[in-house]
């Protein structure tokens, strides 16, 4: 198991607001059971790149679905896919359901790239799980922002490219 998620923020000063939920692994399941918080609601994809080479965390509106081809293209990478349950847990120490930007503090080598949408990035609040998929905390923006400094991490904005309807 990776880093203690409260400990973590407790330690930097980082406030946030807590709600208890059943386990939820679907945006459409969250929407029915997180009780409301202030913020975006995101939703996370751990992805990884043809060779395995390089893997990307991408946060995005929990409602948008991701054009991968068009992003992968953006982001000058081949061919992005899902990474496994595996390579979730060697890099950012969690199961499947629980990714959330906040996971990052996990990822002491740095080999994850974080991309956020733009849209989520204007948003002064986002709601993210604490490493597990049955908490989710609302955390100001610009405490994200610190977390990533924090950790190493750089990060990038962009439009990310959705899904055709």
């Known amino acids: ?17 807590r709600v208890d939920h059943p386990a939820v692994y679907t945006s459409e399941e969250a929407e029915r059971l997180v009780p409301p918080l ?4 995101t939703k ?26 068009a992003l ?9 896919s899902f990474a496994s349950a595996d390579r ?6 969690i199961e499947a359901g629980a990714v959330s930007v906040l996971a990052i503090i996990n990822d002491v080598e740095g080999a994850v790239e974080v991309v956020v949408d733009e849209e ?15 908490s989710t905390l609302a955390i100001r923006r610009s405490d994200v922002e610190r977390i990533l ?7 990038r904005t962009v439009v990310i490219p959705g899904a055709e309807s």
Request: include cysteine; charged fraction near 25%.
């Open 38 to 41: 202030p913020g975006v609601h």
């Open 88 to 93: 979730l847990k060697k890099h950012l120490g």
């Open 44 to 69: 996370n994809l751990f992805l990884r790149d043809e060779k395995g080479r390089r893997h990307v965390l991408v946060v995005i509106d929990h409602r948008k679905s991701v054009n991968l081809k």
């Open 120 to 134: 989520v990035w204007k948003a002064d609040v986002l709601q993210c799980h604490p490493l597990v998929n049955t």
């Open 149 to 155: 400094e924090i950790t190493g991490h750089t990060w």
């Open 1 to 17: 198991m990776g880093t203690d998620i409260y400990q973590f923020l407790a330690e930097r000063g980082i406030a946030y607001e």
């Open 72 to 80: 992968s293209s953006l982001l000058g990478l081949s061919r992005l």
